[in-house]
């Protein structure tokens, strides 16, 4: 909850899906044990780019994923709004060849780069409460 109230005093608002629990079976031992499973993060990231596409005060739009599943959300915002640029950050380690051509500009972040993007450490929230960052973070 650190790193949301974080996002939060920066201006972000989260938009949370869920995580529900599934059985599943070890591959090695077979055996059974609670596994969590995030669910519907992808369709609300989707339902806030047709959305964010369709306000007439938004310009462009900037998708940061590399998540397939959004490949027919950036498909319907392209047939909706063929003249609003539309582009994908990709996160390092993560592309997909077919949705990067489904847009007009396409970027891939380096490892390099997340160091620049950083919170100054600590965060001091509104109320004056401050968030460290975590030592395994540095």
Sequence with gaps: MRYIKALESSGVVPIFGQFKEKQVTCRVCNRDYQAYVEKETDV????????????????????VSGDSDLKPAVDY????????????????????????QKVRFRYQFTIEEYKTCVFPNPIVLSDGKKIHMPDEWK
């Design 44 to 63: 609300n990231v989707a339902l806030c780019l047709v959305k964010l596409m369709a306000e007439p005060s938004v310009d462009a739009c900037l998708l």
């Design 77 to 100: 915002v392209r047939d909706l709004h063929p003249t609003k640029p539309l582009g994908i950050l990709f996160p390092f380690g993560r592309w997909h060849a077919e949705l990067s």
